[in-house]
């Protein structure tokens, strides 16, 4: 995904589980590249993970998102760009 300077990226993360009663869990982590040139900050709120681009530098990054019911996880994986000139 290409980011824009100044314009935040939001991703959510769904999930579901057959177990009644069960608890989801959502992470993200960076697999590749340096988070610090690509992002000024990478904040969540449940399984909604909002990317504030950074604002000088640039490249790309690797996130991989977990969902987890502590039994099982699935994940997926994305790449985020952002660019300076």
């Known amino acids: 995904f290409a980011m824009t300077a100044g ?15 069960s ?9 590749s590249g340096t ?4 992002l000024a900050s990478l904040t969540s709120s ?3 993970f909002t ?6 530098v640039g490249g790309t990054i ?3 998102f977990d969902v987890s019911d502590s039994a099982a996880v699935g994940n997926q994986s994305a790449s ?6």
């Open 7 to 21: 314009q935040n990226t939001v991703v959510t993360v769904t999930g579901a589980d057959a177990d009644p009663g």
């Open 23 to 31: 608890t989801l869990t959502y992470t993200a982590t960076v697999t």
């Open 35 to 38: 988070q610090s040139n690509v």
């Open 46 to 48: 449940t399984n909604v």
């Open 51 to 56: 990317l504030a681009p950074a604002t000088s």
């Open 62 to 64: 690797t996130i991989r």
């Open 80 to 85: 985020f760009s952002i660019y300076r000139l």
